[in-house]
């Protein structure tokens, strides 16, 4: 069975800074486009960023350029968020994504609180 662990999530202060790690196994990881959504109280669930496999292609909602990252390491089947700049209207459970389009297969997490709040 394909587990998605997030962590790394929790209550931070405005203009802070928290790293999501997100490990997804047992699967080939370097054959998953990996992303990061994120669901707000009352809104959809959006997508935050993505970076795809092998090219490593990376794209950011535009509400986060230019202050988060996303990067992974296959050798360890994990994939990152690094947040700078928080501010609250970053509040938000954020999810991890793994997707094989062409083997149509497509896992989540279960999701991690990130607060940003003074």
């Known amino acids: 069975q394909v587990q998605v662990v997030e962590s790394g999530g929790g209550l931070v202060q405005p203009g802070g800074s928290l790293r999501l790690s997100c490990v997804v196994s047992?699967?080939?990881?370097?054959?998953?486009?990996m992303s990061w959504y994120r669901q707000a109280v009352g809104k959809e669930r959006e997508l935050v960023a993505s970076?795809?496999?092998?090219?490593?292609?990376?794209n950011y909602a535009t509400s986060v350029k230019g202050r988060f990252t996303i990067s992974r390491d296959n050798a360890k089947s994990t994939v990152y968020l690094q947040m700078n700049s928080l501010t609250p209207e970053d509040t938000a459970v954020y999810y991890c994504?793994?997707?094989?389009?062409?083997?149509?297969?497509?896992?989540w997490g279960q999701g991690t609180q990130v607060t940003v709040s003074s």
């Open positions: 994504n793994a997707l094989w389009l062409s083997g149509g297969l497509d896992f």
């Open positions: 047992p699967i080939t990881f370097s054959r998953y486009a």
């Open positions: 970076i795809s496999s092998p090219a490593g292609t990376i």
